[in-house]
């Protein structure tokens, strides 16, 4: 029978996706782990690949149309199979059930029962590939007509199959390698891991509230534009409301002295140049001064879970990325154990890549704090708001030149203002003064970042 290509759940936070283009037309034949299309989620732009092969007989989400989680986006027919007559609809199969790669049962961003025990927008894949389904004794056999077919010519016992298509449905290639002996090619477990992978996405564990319903809605005049709201901007939308009516912010600010950090970054571009040429930004030595901080109070670094709080062992930074249609969050893993020619390079790589929406789910999983820069922006001080489950986030304001008092003098001097918004369930007053005047001092005296 014919195979529906369902539209995947990419993330948990994902209810619907935008079909952003098909990589192969009506007619293509299609193998197990060829990228079909592409697929647009609330954080990314991702591969689909496909699960089963045979022949693409029909489309029926076009490029640039949306789909909910599971609606049936093309019909793939296997070998020897017909397409159903014009006008029916494809026969429904079997399928894996749309839920989230979690550990457990706890859930994540627009999902029931959250539990926040891993870091901020950390949904955690299985390592290993999906196990293949066996049908057991009175269990109904799931195989295509094509499948049995192949069975009953070469003597195999379709019962003994274990299925690794959608939902343990045994197609072709499973019956192939039974006849021969082995397993199924490992280009299906390749495939089951990929998807399982790509599954991983930036989402924050927690349960958002929908946008306030009784919220005052505006007077559209003529000539005023009503902009549709992406599945970006709806998920924004719904975690920073919640992270303001739940989480209970209080915010600390201190002036930092940037005259040695600009000297020091000039000193150590110059010879840059002459080496591996990476250029670092004054970013690069904040980022690095909130990791090193985080290690020195590791307070700031936690988490509430509703009746304990946890604390990581790992430092994962969240950096704050403004893009064409609103703001991501890719993580440095591991940050602790990363060089400054490291966290640079990778902020780079990462910053490009999220504007370009080529990041992986991966990349916005682990983060534990997080810090947003508007310095390029002309903004000197802001309060940001926090990044749920996590319980600190750093904003950074621009570098101004303004008089300041030295030894009693007015002297010109270099001033950045950087903020810190905590979540008082988490961190006390005190606990977040220390961190932030962590951060001060290794701005301050930034050669203690690279010892």
């Known amino acids: 029978m014919p195979t529906n290509i369902e539209m995947p759940k990419l993330s948990d936070t994902m209810t619907e996706g935008t079909l952003v283009k098909w990589n192969k037309q009506v007619g293509d034949t299609i193998e197990i782990g060829d990228v079909i299309a592409e697929v647009e989620t609330d954080k990314a732009t991702m591969e689909m690949e496909a699960f089963d092969e045979g022949t693409l007989s029909d489309i029926l ?49 627009g999902t029931e029962a959250p539990e926040v025990s891993q870091p901020a927008a950390e949904l955690v894949a299985p390592t290993s590939t999906p196990a293949l389904h066996q049908a057991g004794p009175g269990e109904r056999i799931k195989a295509s007509p094509l499948a049995r077919k192949i069975a009953d010519s070469k003597g195999v016992d379709i019962a003994a199959i274990q299925g690794s298509g959608p939902g343990g449905r045994i197609v072709k290639a499973d019956v192939e390698a039974a006849a021969e002996g082995g397993s199924a090619p490992s280009r299906l477990a390749s495939a089951a891991t990929a998807l399982a992978a790509s599954a991983k996405a930036q989402v924050v564990q927690s349960t958002p509230a929908p946008v306030a319903a009784a919220a005052i809605n505006p007077v559209v005049a003529a000539g005023d534009q009503t902009i549709e709201l992406s599945s970006m901007r709806r998920i924004i939308a719904d975690r920073l409301l919640t992270s303001k009516t739940t989480i209970p912010h209080f915010y600390l600010h201190v002036e930092c002295d940037t ?77 602790a154990s990363k060089s400054m020619l490291q966290i640079s390079q990778e902020v780079k790589d990462l910053a490009v890549r999220a504007r370009d929406k080529k990041l992986m789910p991966n990349e916005f999983d ?9 310095g390029a922006w002309g903004i000197e001080s802001f309060d940001a708001i926090i990044n749920p489950p996590q319980a600190a986030i750093l904003s950074v304001g621009a570098i101004i030149e303004k008089p300041v008092v030295k030894d009693g003098q007015i002297v010109a001097g270099m001033r950045m203002n950087i903020g810190l918004s905590c979540d008082h369930r988490v961190v006390d007053g005190a606990v977040g003064a220390r961190f932030l005047n962590e951060v001060k001092k290794l701005i301050e005296n930034p050669a203690l970042m690279l010892v």
Not at 74 to 92: M, N, R, Y
Not at 281 to 286: A, G, H, P, Y
Not at 311 to 330: E, N
Request: avoid cysteine; aromatic fraction near 4%; charge should be negative.
């Open 61 to 109: 989400v076009q490029a640039g149309e949306k789909a909910a989680v599971g609606a049936t986006l093309g019909v793939l027919l296997e070998d020897g199979e017909e397409a159903p007559a014009p006008g029916s609809a494809p026969a429904a199969i079997s399928a894996p059930e749309s839920q989230p790669f979690a550990e457990g049962a706890e859930g994540a961003e």
């Open 259 to 335: 005259a040695p950090l600009m000297t020091l970054r000039k000193q150590i571009n110059a010879q840059a140049e002459q080496t591996h040429g990476n250029k670092y930004s004054i970013n690069d030595f904040v980022l690095k001064s909130v990791i090193n901080a985080a290690q020195a109070v590791p307070e700031i670094n936690a988490s509430f879970n509703g009746d304990s709080v946890v604390q990581f062992a790992k430092v994962g930074v969240s950096i704050a990325v403004a893009v064409d249609d609103g703001l991501v969050t890719p993580v440095i893993k591991d940050a």
């Open 366 to 374: 682990g983060g534990t704090v997080t810090v947003s820069n508007l």
